[in-house]
């Protein structure tokens, strides 16, 4: 009896050792120091410095991305009869095309390729930006475009041509994402569109998904600066106004990540500058996570080799 | 039976010595900035114990919209004749007893800023404040001041590791010791984001929204209500854990920029595919880019002086040196006004040698000598062969930091604002039979499509929770169907017949999670175009007749024909 109770004892010992020694440092000093808001609490002035703002000399890059190798033709993600019955009048009779990699009909382009400069060139005054809205709309139940760059400021019209709920659900890193439902007003057959102006430079373009359809995938950039192109369906681009002088391309394509990410390229005056980037088919290998193990339970010999392997 | 005892006395004991040893508390990283190269995890680590310090000393920068506790004023008057006091008023007006002798004043403007005094007493009839030592100068009238300040801070981080560590981790990363036993898991706050909140769809939740949760817990969860808390402790903690996601959000988005080309995968990819032969010009190529640098990287040719070098630059940036030059030249023939000599503003540093990391500001360069001057004196002095790249100050890290913390800070600010608070225009349409028929309809319309995920009977089993989804910003797909939230848990949609709402279950808090959505997740917001006010409380009273329908499910849902009202309330006067 008297062990019992001691027992009991050296166990509430034990729980109180353990909730007392255990506050994770509840208990230890902390102190608050203090950090002012920003540099201007503390100006930091530097003397003699005054920027070169000037227009200058531009000239207008034009280039295609090519596909160097064998065709390749991506199977339909979706295909008419696995699309449900009340979606199928609106999601298209046709089938969903798979846009990870749109090479061109009887050619080698690749098409929905973001080409853009990383940083806007420096002292060099920027062209004012385009108030003419970039579109982006729900159709088929796919985005069209696919992929898309706008201009920080420029607004992006989001729009919805199908007559079901869409929502666009972006994830950009520095911007504020969107996850908003684009409807359309069926008795008057119009489209509510929504509008969203980025204002926040991004490093690399960032998807656009539907929460309703999993299989709906688009692309947007946006950056501080015009500098930016999206091929088209036969792979070429253009990006007008460059400053005269040597920069660096951003080549990003949604499959491949970046194609590269310092292209050089020496801009001169005029329209004379085209490039040609081939793209080969090792970049737009995919990892799909590992391989799935195959268990063979028909044959007796692994049926076998799996009981062994369990002892 | 004496061994048994005595074993279970040194068992006994030993917990107790083991268990006081109290582990330090730290701040974990993120597994972002754990596959970090070693630099651009520095950068990272740096940034943060910076700007934000360690769990027992807290650095708390005023940039961020934080309560961080103390009293504010102003200098009413100095005071002529005393060196160590000063007339002052406090905004808001401070109760009698709060202020006491042995607090600090630090002051934020005027010729003592950034100086700190204890003090001596304070007559809070008069406004009269004495400091224990003299100041010179002496603050003039308007200076500002804060008394006691992080107390609120510091109280928010007690609270914090006593009732919410143990879940949601010392760095607030949804991590603590007791996370991994939890489904839901606690939240990770290092997004910015919650997911219940009062604000439009893009904004960040309230002061308000987080005490709510923190005073009446999340039902459905393992969140508890903590009612019996004060106000004020209440604060405190809302403080601190706004602190913590500002912390965590500055690691995420310094972490995310860099990761797409410094993880270590990337790093290596990059090393290697770098054309040079010899392993440290492709690490040099490739650090450069971390530094932002402009470019130009060169060896020491001979030492001039304690701050001059005569440099070569590597051959390959020659022609873009000219090229500058060039346009340098032609400015200054313009006539335009010619910016300080080119590299002034840059910063010099040093990749080999005994300097090996530190950085020097450039005052002057001389492209025909290939002279470089410094401000100050090298040390240790740099020795022949000694390699370096120019660093351009303009454009570092430091703007970075600076640009994200502003962004983060804009983000809680704005959710404050009453122009983002998520209010009906029209009052809730009383719940009738005919409304929840409306809603009902709205349910399970194309328009509305809540079925996608709802499933027709509101049980939370739409076909979308049967679809393989893919990770944000990756090809890769979820292991399992469904849906995921963005901090990568499989979030299921709510199984409307439990009744049980987990951003709480007034009609108007139904209304903000249709309007507004349910952050990071797959809960879209509709908007006021897409769902008008009356549509959408409609939808609100189906939703909540929901659990109280007689028949779970409904009939086949198939038919785009309305419900008539009648049947409908027939099925309501039958219970």
Not at chain 1, 54 to 68: E, H, K, N, S, Y
Not at chain 2, 57 to 77: C, N
Not at chain 2, 119 to 130: E, Q, R, V
Request: net charge neutral; glycine share 8%.
């Amino acid at each position: 009896m008297r062990t019992t109770v001691l027992g009991f004892i050296a166990l509430i010992a034990v729980t109180v050792a353990f909730v007392i020694g255990c506050g994770g440092g509840v208990s230890s000093d902390v102190s608050v120091a203090f950090k002012p808001s920003s540099l201007e609490e503390i100006p930091i002035i530097i003397p003699g410095k005054k920027k070169i703002l000037a227009t200058g000399a531009t000239g207008t890059l034009r280039g295609r991305i090519v596909f160097d190798g064998n065709r390749i033709t991506l199977a339909p993600i979706v295909t008419t009869d696995k699309i449900k019955d009340t979606e199928r009048n609106v999601c298209k009779a046709a089938s969903i095309p798979n846009e990870t990699l749109v090479v061109e009909k009887g050619g080698d382009g690749i098409a929905n390729v973001f080409v853009y400069l990383a940083k806007a060139p420096k002292k060099f005054k920027l062209p004012e930006v385009d108030s003419a809205p970039v579109s982006f709309d729900n159709k088929n139940c796919r985005f069209e475009p696919h992929a898309v760059f706008v201009r920080n400021g420029q607004p992006l019209n989001i729009t919805n041509s199908d007559t079901i709920a869409h929502n666009t659900h972006t994830y950009p890193v520095r911007n504020r994402g969107i996850s908003e439902v684009i409807n359309f007003d069926l008795e008057a057959e119009t489209n509510l569109g929504l509008t969203v102006v980025y204002n926040k430079s991004e490093k690399m373009p960032f998807r656009v998904k539907c929460d309703f359809h999993t299989w709906m995938e688009g692309y947007q950039l946006t950056l501080d600066h015009p500098f930016a192109a999206v091929t088209k369906a036969d792979g070429s681009f253009e990006i007008k106004g460059l400053p005269v002088g040597k920069h660096n391309l951003v080549i990003w394509q949604e499959r491949a990540g970046y194609i590269d990410d310092k292209y050089p390229v020496t801009i001169e005056e005029g329209d004379d500058n085209n490039i040609k980037v081939e793209v080969g088919p090792a970049k737009f290998a995919w990892f799909n996570g590992p391989e799935p193990k195959t268990i063979l339970i028909s044959s007796t010999t692994s049926l076998q080799n799996t009981t062994s392997g369990g002892e | 039976m004496r061994v048994r005892l005595i074993i279970s006395f040194a068992f006994a004991g030993l917990c107790g010595l083991v268990g006081c040893s109290q582990p330090e508390a730290e701040f974990a990283l993120s597994e972002h900035t754990k596959n970090l190269i070693a630099p651009a995890k520095k950068t990272v680590e740096d940034a943060l114990a910076q700007n934000f310090g360690t769990p027992n000393d807290l650095v708390a920068w005023t940039r961020f919209p934080i309560e961080y506790g103390g009293h504010a004023g102003t200098v009413r008057e100095a005071q002529s004749d005393d060196e160590t006091a000063v007339a002052v008023d406090f905004d808001p007006p401070l109760e009698d007893e709060a202020l006491q002798s042995g607090a600090t004043v630090r002051w934020l403007s005027g010729k003592q800023q950034g100086n700190t005094q204890t003090i001596a007493s304070y007559n809070p009839a008069t406004g009269f404040l004495k400091v224990s030592a003299a100041m010179d100068p002496s603050p003039g009238a308007g200076d500002s001041f804060v008394v006691g300040f992080g107390q609120t801070l510091k109280s928010g981080r007690k609270l914090y590791m006593t009732h919410c560590m143990h879940c949601h981790g010392v760095a607030g990363d949804g991590a603590g010791p007791t996370a991994k036993y939890l489904n839901p898991r606690p939240r990770d706050y290092r997004l910015g984001l919650f997911k219940f909140t009062s604000t439009a769809q893009p904004e960040r939740a309230t002061r308000a929204d987080l005490k709510r949760i923190v005073k009446q817990g999340i039902p459905g969860t393992y969140m508890p209500s903590f009612l019996l808390l004060e106000d004020d402790e209440l604060t405190a903690i809302i403080a601190y854990v706004r602190w913590l996601a500002c912390r965590g959000e500055t690691e995420k988005k310094l972490a995310a920029d860099l990761s797409g080309f410094y993880s270590k995968e990337a790093f290596t990819k990059r090393v290697e595919s770098e054309s040079e032969s010899d392993p440290d010009d492709a690490r040099l190529i490739v650090l450069q880019e971390l530094f932002q640098s402009i470019g130009y990287s060169g060896r020491v040719g001979s030492v001039q002086g304690a701050n001059r070098l005569q440099i070569t630059f590597d051959s390959e940036v020659q022609d873009v040196i000219e090229y500058e030059q060039k346009q340098l030249q032609a400015a200054i023939t313009a006539g335009e006004t010619a910016e300080a000599p080119w590299l002034a503003d840059k910063e010099l540093v040093w990749i080999t040698g005994q300097s090996t990391g530190k950085r020097l500001p450039v005052t002057a360069y001389d492209a025909v000598t290939g002279s470089l001057t410094f401000a100050t004196a090298m040390k240790p002095a740099p020795t022949i062969g000694d390699r370096f790249f120019i660093h351009d100050s303009e454009d570092s890290f430091e703007g970075f930091i600076d640009e994200t913390t502003n962004d983060i800070a804009d983000f809680w600010t704005e959710a404050e604002d009453e122009s983002v608070l998520v209010r009906p225009t029209t009052p809730r349409t009383p719940s009738s039979a005919k409304s929840i028929a409306r809603g009902r309809e709205l349910f399970l319309s194309k328009k509305v499509n809540c079925v996608q995920c709802h499933g027709p009977h509101g049980r939370g089993d739409g076909p979308m929770t049967e679809a393989f989804q893919k990770k944000p910003n990756s090809e890769e797909k979820y292991p399992e169907p469904g849906l995921f939230d963005i901090w990568g848990n499989k979030s299921k949609p709510r199984d409307l017949t439990r009744g049980l709402y987990r951003g709480g279950r007034r009609p108007l808090d139904l209304y903000r999670r249709v309007r507004a959505s349910i952050k990071g997740t797959g809960m879209p917001a509709f908007n006021a175009q897409a769902l008008p006010d009356k549509d959408l409380w409609d939808l609100v009273n189906y939703v909540m007749s929901i659990p109280f329908e007689k028949q779970a499910g409904h009939p086949a849902v198939h038919t785009q024909k309305p419900i008539k009202g009648d049947s409908n309330s027939k099925r309501e006067s039958s219970k």
